[in-house]
């Protein structure tokens, strides 16, 4: 009987401690990391750490990635500072639109000539290239700051670091390896999805198309959200380079065009 009763109290402070354990996990989860079924990215709202993409099509020099200070605040090129936090970044971006119209800017052509251009809607390309960390702690094999994704769960964010591993005993518990693996899995998905996104643009980009060619094998329903998202960053990507492409075209043709005028006029002269 004595046996037996302190068997019991040992499984009742493992269950104890596994309760207490992810309670505590659970509560120390930075504000914002949101259940996967619950989290929206396009209300997502721009917090002190995340990272804004800027970028104008056709001009390589505006192009810069800007973190939201302790104030709220992001320094962007020609615009200066702009307070974003609290903001979708659907609204900084109608905002930057709108600070960006009246303005224009001096391109210099292959001819010397300068001349002044507006901005257009379409050339203007604002994104959350990189979100704020979250921070965990408890019984994990490495809390800390991890990277925050959308739609991110607390089992994948414990995932990252490491997994449970309660009262650092590693105690076995198969229910939480399982969920484990599971987030680990999840993870490594997501991963997977975008770099073959990636991979799509790379290829289409070296064969000249203008649309990014995915194969739909296997498309795992969770993972829809990002695989948009990915798709169309890699696609503006894309776009950005060829209108590149098209200037430098324009500017060695027009370039060739005046050299040719002036071999003319040259062998005229002779």
Request: overall charge negative; hydrophobic content about 40%; charged content about 25%.
């Amino acid at each position: 009987m004595l046996n037996r009763s302190v068997r019991w109290m040992r499984a009742g402070s493992c269950a104890a401690l596994a309760c207490m354990f992810l309670l505590f996990a659970y509560a120390n989860l930075s504000n914002g990391l949101a259940l996967a079924e619950e989290h929206n990215v396009g209300e997502y709202r721009l917090q002190t750490g995340d990272v804004i993409g800027f970028a104008v099509i056709g001009y390589p020099e505006m192009q810069k990635r800007a973190v939201i200070d302790q104030s709220g605040v992001i320094v962007l090129p020609v615009l200066g500072p702009l307070n974003v936090l609290g903001n979708t970044i659907e609204d900084v971006r109608k905002e930057v639109v709108e600070v960006l119209k009246p303005k224009s800017l001096p391109q210099r052509s292959a001819d010397g000539t300068e001349t002044w251009t507006g901005f257009y809607p379409d050339q203007i390309v604002v994104d959350i290239e990189e979100y704020r960390p979250v921070f965990i702690d408890g019984d994990i094999a490495s809390p800390g700051t991890q990277a925050f994704r959308p739609g991110m769960t607390v089992r994948q964010a414990v995932a990252a670091g490491g997994g449970y591993q309660l009262g650092r005993g590693e105690l076995e518990n198969p229910e939480m390896t399982a969920a484990d693996l599971g987030g680990r899995l999840h993870i490594l998905r997501i991963k997977y999805q975008e770099s073959e996104i990636k991979a799509a643009r790379i290829e289409a980009q070296l064969s000249g198309a203008r649309a990014i060619e995915v194969p739909d094998a296997e498309r795992d329903p969770s993972l829809e959200p990002r695989r948009d998202e990915a798709l169309q960053q890699e696609g503006k990507h894309l776009e950005a380079v060829y209108a590149d492409q098209e200037k430098e075209r324009a500017s060695i043709k027009l370039a060739t065009t005046k050299a040719a005028e002036r071999m003319g006029y040259l062998k005229e002269q002779q």
